[in-house]
């Protein structure tokens, strides 16, 4: 509240320095720091945004009874800046912002009470500055926003507006929400206004959630990152592919950001790496999330040599969620753990629905074709996931690291997967952590080159799972101890 009041007094300040020699000089600069903190101010507490709403009156004192004055209300229209308007003194400070591209779908109700009759008029945020002319008097505003015919903000005057034929009166209108959730975005990228899916992604408010629609074919060429926003990817017609035109991560999720891929249509999503990156398509950091559905894609990442982890998804501390979808030909060159996924730090993901990752590698005598977790990390497999025809040196699908470290598994299947020669585990190895196993059924995969069959078959390295005796830990769902075997095992309930 008090940075409230703040703001208020800075458009106090504004109103006085209208009148100043060097306003025209100086007022774009102090308008434009305003409106960020506007913004700002928007995003962290219960007063929405404060509209500064402008009667000004035109032409030469009239005087009398009869003298007429224009209201002139500004509502930051798309062609608008964000600043105050030199030609007309009208104030452009918008609400919601109008870089956000929603103004055209706001619809304003301005009611004028005081000086005779009750004035009502409407008014459209595309329409920019709205001009009613009105008797001179003492006028109380009153504001009300509708979105989608919903009435989603309201407002009334600080104070009453004294109308004076020649002059210009300004008026603070402390708008507050009429709901509870985030407001709503919907984009098309590219588009018009929003040539680039960073320029969209940027434009959504903080604590806000937005859809961008991919209308075509899009290649980033630098890592755009999601913070302290929800955003939703989806393909608009048919199959769009996001592709990676440069080294380096594609995404980044960082603190109260949730980026989702996909949706449960047909229109498939894919989102590309390239051969020779240096890092993850996507990496989830602490206080990020990340969610795939069942028409994300994430596939062709090859990292050469260096020390990244997951070609496909690095979870540095955040959670992942994998509702549906595929992560295939992710591949670390040369070195490294983990082809499709690396959780670590405190990390957790879910993989759930039909979830698919299949066709990934790294090089023998690295570990995790699919997935490693470690450093405290868990992982939880449900559903009717299929883990399958991935590669490591040892863990051909999944490698279990660290102490503290958890695999879940209530479902899915493990198969097909390869330990290369000398290895461990051609479906789990467990080296450290503990491997907890509910229902599912790990079957066909090879390690040290034995071939692959229903049966897991192997040379005493333990085809289906590879328990170390120095720290591994794997039991089923009602206590039973699960010991290195190149047998067909399937998951039992907790009784």
Known sequence: ???????????????????????????????????????????????????????????????????????????????????????????????????????????????LTGSGKPIQF????????????????????????????????????????????????????????????????????????????????????????????????????????VNNKEITIVSQNGNTTLSLGAEGNMFTVGSGGNLILGDNTSNTLTVKGMDGNTASVITVNSGGRLEMNDSAVITGNRITGGSVMGAGVHVDGGEFYMNGGKITDCRKVGGGNGAAVYITNDGTATISGSSEISGNEVADGYFGGAIVVTNGSTLTIEGDVNIHNNRAGSGGAIFIQSDGTTLNMRGGSIYNNTAGNGGNGGGVYVAFGTFNFYGGIIYGNEASGAPAGFANTATNNGAAISVSGSGGTARYGDGDPIDTTNNTIVGRPAP
């Not at 913004?39 to 005087?63: D, F, N, R």
């Not at 509708?146 to 009453?160: D, M, T």
């Not at 407001?183 to 969209?200: E, G, I, K, Q, R």
Request: contains cysteine.
């Open 1 to 111: 509240m008090k940075k409230s009041i703040r703001v208020v007094r800075k458009l106090q300040f504004l109103n006085n320095f209208l009148s100043e020699k060097h306003f025209f000089r100086a007022l774009d600069q102090k308008s434009a720091r305003l409106v960020r903190q506007l913004t700002e101010l928007s995003h962290k507490s219960a007063l929405i945004i404060i509209i500064a709403a402008v009667l000004s009156t035109c032409g030469s004192p009239l005087g009398g009874g009869g003298a007429t004055g224009t209201v002139a209300i500004s509502f930051g229209g798309a062609n608008q800046s964000l600043s105050y308007s030199v030609s007309s003194r009208s104030s452009a400070v918008p609400w919601p912002p109008d870089k956000h591209g929603i103004l055209d779908q706001i619809d304003f109700v301005i009611t």
């Open 122 to 225: 409407e008014a459209n945020g595309s329409e920019g500055i709205v001009r009613r002319t009105v008797p001179v008097g003492t006028w109380n505003i009153n504001i009300k926003a509708y979105y989608q015919n919903a009435l989603y903000a309201e407002g009334n005057g600080v104070r009453p507006v004294e109308v004076k034929a020649g002059q210009t009166n300004t008026a603070t209108v402390q708008m507050h929400k009429a709901f509870e959730d985030p407001f709503d975005l919907d984009f098309t990228v590219p588009s018009a206004a929003y040539p680039t899916l960073a320029a969209a992604i940027a434009a959504v408010p903080a604590g806000a959630a937005a859809t961008i629609r991919l209308a075509g074919n899009i290649t980033i060429s630098s890592a755009i990152p």
